[in-house]
C-alpha cells in the first residue's frame, strides 16, 4: 500500500469542504484563539512559495491550539481594493471588480490546494458592498467625532458644538487651527458656513487641502512609498507636487496613546522601535526669529527645535521648499536658483528627501535676527525639511550637528563658535552670570538648565513657547481613482455633509473609463449622475477596509452591525497576527487608531487590536544565470568564464534564466531554446558536456524569473511536504533562500513516517502489545519537543524533532498503536492530510483534529541510568552504563566486574575507587 500523496490530499480537502470541518461558531464553553493573517491582496500573478509561509506558521498554530482545547477562529479574505486592480483593468481592458473576482478564484484554489484550516464561511472582500458598507460606516464615526484632549478620547461632535454654544471654545483647543479661540457669543454669531469650517478643523476625519504625489498617467495620488526617483514604482511614470482636496485621518491626536499601547502589546523590539520612530515625540520649543528680507511681506519666521539652548550657534535656516512663506522670501537676486530649485524638489518623494545623503539646497536672499545678538542668520532652503514636521524650519547649528555642519561646509556658509567668534575649534566656558549678561552659549552647564533658562528668556521677550512636538503626520485618507470605497459625503456649498447611516451602502458605479477627472479629480467625476448628486469624487484609499477587516471576520454575516458587541467581546483581540514588516508604519499603526475610535465610542470593549504579532521572514529566489558572449547568440558555461567575467578576452552578458528550466546548475538547454523567440538559435560552449548556470540569492520576483509556483511543487510532492519544508528552511521570522533540490529529504521522511504505519504489501501494520519504556522514552520526549516548540513558534525545529523521533522508532521496530497514534496527533497540525489518512486507516472516529493532544508524562522521560567514563589512573579507558541511585558499593562492584578494567589492574586490587556522581569514575591503582 503505496503512500499516494497526492490522492490522498485531494480526498481529504474535499471531505473538509463538504464536512465544514474548519466552520467554528460564536457559541462556545471553550477558551477562544483568534489567530489572523495579513489580508492579502489577490494579484494576478497568484501565489509564489514566498506568499505562503506565514499562512503555513499561521495553520500550524490554529491546528495546534484546537487539538489543545481551544475553539480556534481562523478565517481569510481578501484585501480587493487599490490601485494594482485598477492599473490591471486599463492595461488591459478588464474591468476590475472581473479581474478581481478571477484572481480571488485563482488565489482560493491555490490557497486550498495547501490544505489550510480557514474558515471559509466568514471569507469578506473589501470590495463587497456588504463589507463596505461597514469602512463607510465606521469612516462616519470618525467625521462625527474629535478627540477630546481632556478626556484623552473620541466624543461626539454633537458634544462639542454643545461646549461651545456654552462657553465656546476655551480649554479645547482646535487641532486643525491652534490659534482660533472664541467665546460663546462668537460661535452663535458665526455663519453656518464658518461654524462647519471650524468644526472641521476637529473632526478625526477631516477635509483639508495637501500637497500630494500626482501622477498623470496613473491617473492618482501616489504614497510616498510608491514614488520611486520621482516616478511610480508601477508603471515608471512621471510624478509632480499638486495641491489638491483630500481627507485626513487626525492619528496625531493619538500619538501619545499610540505609543502608550506599545507596553501592553507583543510585537518585536524591532518593530516596536520603528513605530515609536515614526510617531517621532520629541521636546522642545518654537521660536519666532524676526526676518530681513527685500519684499518685506514676511515679518517672522517660526522654526521648531529639540534645543532651544544652542540658539547662540546658529549659522543659518532651512525652510522646507514647499511652504508658502518662500514666495515672500526669495529676493530678486535669487528668484531664478529658487525657482529652479523648487522645481526640483517637486520631483521628489518624501521617503528619497529623507534618505537621500547628498546635500541640495538654495539661499533665499532673506535673513533671520537672532533676538539675542541681533546676527543675520541667511534663510536657506534644502529638501532635507519637510514642511509636515514641526513649523517646517529649523535653526541649523553647524558645531553642534553633524548634517549641518556638512551643509554649511558644501556651502560655504560661514560656522561660528558657540559663542559668537568664528570657528576655531576651541571651547568656551562662560560662567552662569555671564550666559545671560552677555547672551553668550550655555556651556559649561547642564544641557537641561540651560535649555530651561533659554525657555524663560524666550517667552519672557514673548517669542518662544514650549512645544511637544510629532514626527508622524495626519494620515491622507484619499485617493483621485476609481476602485475603492465611495465617501459616503455630499458637498453642499462648499460644506461635506454626512449621509444618513440608512443610504449606506453607497455603492461604486460602474464605470466604462478610469481616466481622471478635470483638475486632477477622481474618475468618478466624469460621471454626471455622480456630479449632480454632489457626492464627492475621491474613493478612500486600500487601508481603509483593512483597518478593521479582523472585527469583520468575528460577525460577518450581520448586516445590523460592523460586528456585535456579544461577538467582540467573545473573540476579543487577535490572540496572533502574523504578517511582514512592511506594513509596520502603515497598516498597524491606522489599524491601532481605528481600534481606539471605536473602543472609544464604546462600540468594542478593547482598545489594541493584536496581542501578539509575529513577522514572517521572506522566502528568498535562487536566481539562475546565463552567459552570453556579447553581440552574439552564442551562451558559454559559467566554469568557464575568468575571474573577470570574461571568456577568451570577450565581453559576457549576464543574463537571468527562468529557474524552472534548470536543475539545480544544469541548464536544460532545449528548453530554453524555446523559452523565448529570441534564444531558438542558441548556440552553448559546455563543460563537461553540461551548460552550469551561475546563481545568486535575490528577491523572488517574476522579473527574475524566480518565483517557483508552490502548485508545481504540490503535484510533485504533495501538499504535507511542501507546508513541512516551508517550515523547516528556518525560524519563520528570519529570511532564507527557496531550494526545491532540499525538499526531497522532507519527502523521503514523510515516506518514512507512512512505512511507520503501512507494510506496503499487507497495509496497516499496527499491534496493540504494550509500549516498552524506550518507546514511551521516544514518545513523551517528542511530546513535549513539539509542545515548547509549536507554542514559541519554532517550527523548524519542530520538523527536526519529528525526523528524530521516526528514526528511533524505525530503530525499535515500533508498530504499537499506544505510540504511534498519540504520534499521529502531534504531526496533525504540520502533515494534515497523511495524518488523517493513517487516523482513519487505524480505525479512530472522526478527525484527527478531534483528538486531544497528547499530555506529556515526565517519568516516562527520567533517566535512570547514565553512562559514566571510566579511568584508571586518571586516563579514560572505557564507559560504563551504571544506575543513578547505585551506591558506592554498587558502583565499585560494577566497575571491577569489568573486562576491560580488569585487564588494566592485571589481578592487583585498586588502591581506591573515586565516584563523582552524575561525572565520572576513577580507578586508582
Request: with cysteine.
Amino acid at each position: 500500500m503505496e503512500y499516494s500523496f497526492r490522492q490522498i490530499e485531494k480526498k481529504w480537502q474535499a471531505e473538509w469542504k463538504a464536512q465544514q470541518t474548519y466552520q467554528v461558531s460564536n457559541d462556545s464553553d471553550k477558551p477562544k484563539c483568534y489567530v489572523l493573517d495579513m489580508f492579502p491582496y489577490p494579484s494576478g500573478a497568484g501565489l509564489h512559495v514566498g506568499h505562503p509561509l506565514g499562512y503555513i506558521a499561521s495553520d500550524i498554530y490554529s491546528r495546534f491550539k484546537r487539538l489543545k482545547g481551544y475553539n480556534v477562529l481562523h478565517p481569510m479574505g481578501y484585501d480587493a481594493f487599490g490601485l494594482p486592480a485598477e492599473q490591471y483593468a486599463i492595461e488591459h481592458g478588464v474591468h476590475p471588480a472581473v479581474s478581481t473576482e478571477t484572481n480571488i478564484q485563482n488565489f482560493r484554489n491555490q490557497l486550498d490546494n495547501i490544505g489550510f484550516c480557514f474558515d471559509w464561511s466568514r471569507e469578506v472582500r473589501t470590495c463587497d458592498p456588504s463589507y463596505y458598507k461597514w469602512t463607510q460606516w465606521i469612516f462616519l464615526q470618525l467625521f462625527e467625532s474629535y478627540y477630546n484632549r481632556a478626556t484623552g478620547k473620541a466624543e461626539s461632535i454633537s458634544s462639542l458644538v454643545a461646549i461651545f454654544e456654552e462657553k465656546g471654545n476655551e480649554g479645547v483647543v482646535c487641532p486643525g487651527e491652534p490659534g482660533l479661540q472664541f467665546n460663546a457669543a462668537d460661535w452663535k454669531a458665526y455663519s453656518s458656513h464658518r461654524q462647519q469650517e471650524i468644526l472641521m478643523n476637529y473632526r478625526l476625519a477631516y477635509c483639508g487641502y495637501g500637497e500630494v504625489n500626482w501622477c498623470e498617467a496613473l491617473g492618482t495620488v501616489l504614497a510616498n512609498d510608491e514614488v520611486v526617483n520621482g516616478v511610480s514604482e508601477r508603471g515608471g511614470h512621471p510624478v509632480v507636487k499638486k495641491k489638491l482636496r483630500q481627507w485626513y485621518l487626525r492619528i496625531t491626536e493619538y500619538a501619545d496613546r499610540l505609543l502608550e499601547g506599545l507596553d501592553r502589546i507583543e510585537f518585536s523590539e524591532a518593530m516596536k522601535e520603528m513605530q515609536t520612530n515614526w510617531i517621532g515625540k520629541s521636546y522642545g520649543a518654537e521660536i519666532d526669529f524676526a526676518v530681513k528680507s527685500e519684499k518685506g511681506s514676511v515679518s517672522s519666521l517660526r522654526v521648531y527645535t529639540t534645543r532651544p539652548d544652542t540658539i547662540f550657534g546658529v549659522d543659518f535656516m532651512v525652510v522646507a521648499p514647499e511652504l508658502d512663506i518662500v514666495e515672500g522670501l526669495k529676493s530678486e537676486g535669487q528668484a531664478a536658483a529658487v525657482e529652479q530649485y523648487l522645481d526640483y524638489v517637486k520631483s521628489r518623494s518624501e521617503r528619497e528627501r529623507m534618505a537621500e545623503k547628498k546635500i541640495t539646497g538654495v539661499f533665499t536672499g532673506s535673513y533671520a535676527i537672532n533676538p539675542f545678538d541681533g546676527r543675520e542668520i541667511p534663510i536657506w532652503l534644502s529638501e532635507y525639511v519637510l514642511a509636515g514636521y514641526g513649523t517646517g524650519a529649523i535653526m541649523a547649528v553647524p558645531c553642534g550637528d553633524e548634517r549641518d555642519h556638512r551643509f554649511a561646509e558644501h556651502f560655504s556658509i560661514p560656522i561660528t563658535n558657540i559663542i559668537g567668534a568664528q570657528y576655531d575649534g576651541k571651547e568656551a566656558n562662560p560662567t552662569k552670570d555671564a550666559i545671560l549678561e552677555n547672551s553668550g552659549f550655555l556651556n559649561g552647564i547642564g544641557m537641561r538648565e540651560a535649555t530651561e533658562i533659554v525657555l524663560k528668556k524666550l517667552e519672557e521677550m514673548g517669542i518662544g513657547n514650549r512645544k511637544v512636538n510629532y514626527r508622524m503626520r495626519d494620515a491622507a485618507f484619499s485617493r483621485q481613482r476609481y476602485w475603492g470605497e465611495p465617501f459616503p459625503v455630499k458637498w453642499q456649498n462648499g460644506v461635506a455633509k454626512a449621509l444618513p447611516a440608512s443610504d449606506l451602502p453607497l455603492e461604486l458605479p460602474y464605470v466604462e473609463s478610469y481616466k481622471p477627472g478635470p483638475e486632477g479629480e477622481g474618475p468618478l467625476a466624469n460621471i454626471p449622475e455622480w456630479i449632480a448628486a454632489e457626492l464627492e469624487t475621491n474613493t478612500m484609499p486600500g487601508y481603509a477596509g483593512s483597518s478593521w477587516y479582523f472585527l469583520r471576520y468575528m460577525d460577518p454575516k450581520n448586516d445590523k452591525e460592523f460586528c456585535s458587541r456579544a461577538a467582540s467581546d467573545y473573540w476579543g483581540q487577535v490572540d496572533l497576527y502574523i504578517g511582514g514588516t512592511e506594513h509596520a508604519v502603515g497598516h498597524l499603526l491606522y489599524s491601532r487608531m481605528w481600534t481606539k475610535v471605536l473602543y472609544d465610542l464604546g462600540h468594542i470593549g478593547f482598545d489594541e487590536p493584536y496581542k501578539k504579532l509575529v513577522n514572517q521572514g521572506m522566502i528568498q529566489g535562487s536566481s539562475r544565470f546565463v552567459y552570453r558572449i556579447n553581440g552574439t547568440n552564442t551562451f558559454v558555461s559559467k566554469g568557464l568564464l575568468n575571474e573577470e567575467g570574461m571568456y577568451e578576452g570577450k565581453l559576457v552578458d549576464k543574463l537571468h534564466v527562468d529557474v524552472n528550466i534548470v536543475d539545480g546548475y544544469a541548464l536544460d538547454t532545449e528548453a530554453f531554446k524555446k523559452w523565448k523567440p529570441e534564444y531558438a538559435q542558441a548556440e552553448f560552449v559546455l563543460e563537461n558536456e553540461q551548460y552550469l548556470c551561475g546563481s545568486e540569492v535575490e528577491k523572488m520576483s517574476k522579473s527574475k524569473f524566480n518565483t517557483v509556483n508552490p502548485d508545481h511543487i504540490v503535484e510533485r510532492f504533495g501538499a504535507d511536504t511542501f507546508r513541512m519544508y516551508e517550515m523547516f528552511l528556518g525560524p519563520v521570522e528570519i529570511s532564507k533562500p527557496w531550494d526545491t533540490k532540499g525538499i526531497e529529504g522532507v519527502h523521503r521522511f514523510l515516506k518514512k513516517f507512512w512505512r511507520l504505519y503501512v507494510d506496503e504489501n499487507k497495509g496497516l501494520n499496527l499491534t496493540d502489545e504494550a509500549p516498552t519504556a524506550a518507546e514511551l522514552k521516544v514518545l513523551h520526549r517528542t511530546i513535549r519537543k513539539i509542545e515548547e516548540d509549536t507554542e514559541r513558534f519554532s517550527f523548524n525545529t519542530g520538523v527536526s524533532g519529528f525526523m528524530i523521533c521516526v528514526n528511533e522508532l524505525n530503530e525499535l521496530k515500533c508498530r504499537k498503536k499506544s505510540i504511534l497514534l498519540p504520534l499521529l496527533v502531534l504531526l496533525a497540525p504540520y502533515a494534515p492530510h497523511i495524518t488523517e489518512e493513517l487516523w482513519q486507516l487505524a480505525g479512530q472516529a472522526g478527525s484527527v483534529l478531534d483528538a486531544a493532544f497528547p499530555e506529556f508524562k515526565e517519568e516516562y522521560v527520567r533517566e535512570s541510568a547514565k553512562a559514566y567514563p571510566v579511568a584508571i589512573n586518571g586516563k579514560t579507558r572505557t564507559e560504563i552504563t551504571i544506575g543513578l541511585e547505585a551506591s558506592q558499593a554498587e558502583v565499585e562492584e560494577i566497575v571491577l566486574a569489568n573486562e576491560l578494567v580488569q585487564k588494566w589492574l592485571e589481578g592487583k586490587a585498586p588502591k581506591k575507587i573515586v565516584y563523582v556522581k552524575n561525572r565520572m569514575i576513577n580507578v586508582v591503582i
